[in-house]
């Protein structure tokens, strides 16, 4: 069943100057590019967005993280997509995510960990639904 994914390249990807390499490997994976931009989250975007971690001792860290410099956001479609790319990420931590991943290649820690991937086809809509319009999504 094709399905959509909703993807962040993260502020430490787009400080590395990441975004050509990882929409490359994104592309070559079979993904579909449904919306994409440039953007920076504000603290309260921040907070929102990540509103299932508020407990968790990261979250301050991880709020300091996603709003110090623009993200790339983008929707994806492709065939069990959700699943599909959380595989082509590979693993929450790069030390545990398999040779050839976007977080193995990119990422250095489990915080800053170069991309987001939705887990579920409910997540991916509403992730993104709080990043673009209806008229922003082809
Ligand atoms: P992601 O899984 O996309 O969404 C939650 C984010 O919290 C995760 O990526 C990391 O950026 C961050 N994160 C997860 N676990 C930790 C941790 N143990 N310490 C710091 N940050 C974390």
């Known amino acids: 069943v094709t ?4 993807t962040m390249l993260k502020p430490d990807a787009v400080e590395k100057g990441h975004i050509g390499a990882i ?11 449904v919306a ?7 603290k309260h975007d921040a907070e929102a967005f990540y509103a299932i971690h508020k407990e968790r001792p990261f979250f301050g860290e991880l709020v300091e993280y996603m709003t110090r410099g623009p993200i790339v956001a ?16 590979g693993a929450t ?5 398999a040779e050839g991943t976007i977080r193995k290649l990119f990422a250095n820690s489990i915080s800053e960990n170069a991309v987001h991937g939705s887990d579920s086809n409910d ?5 993104g639904a709080f990043h673009f319009s209806g008229r922003e999504m082809f």
Request: net charge negative; aromatic share 6%.
């Open 23 to 33: 929409l490359e490997k994104i592309s070559v994976s079979g993904f579909r590019i």
């Open 123 to 127: 997540n991916a809509a509403i992730e």
């Open 3 to 6: 399905n959509r994914t909703f």
């Open 74 to 89: 983008a929707v994806l479609e492709k065939e069990n997509a959700v699943e599909d790319f959380r595989t082509l990420i």
């Open 36 to 42: 994409m931009k440039l953007t920076q989250m504000t």
């Open 93 to 97: 931590n790069p030390a545990d995510a």
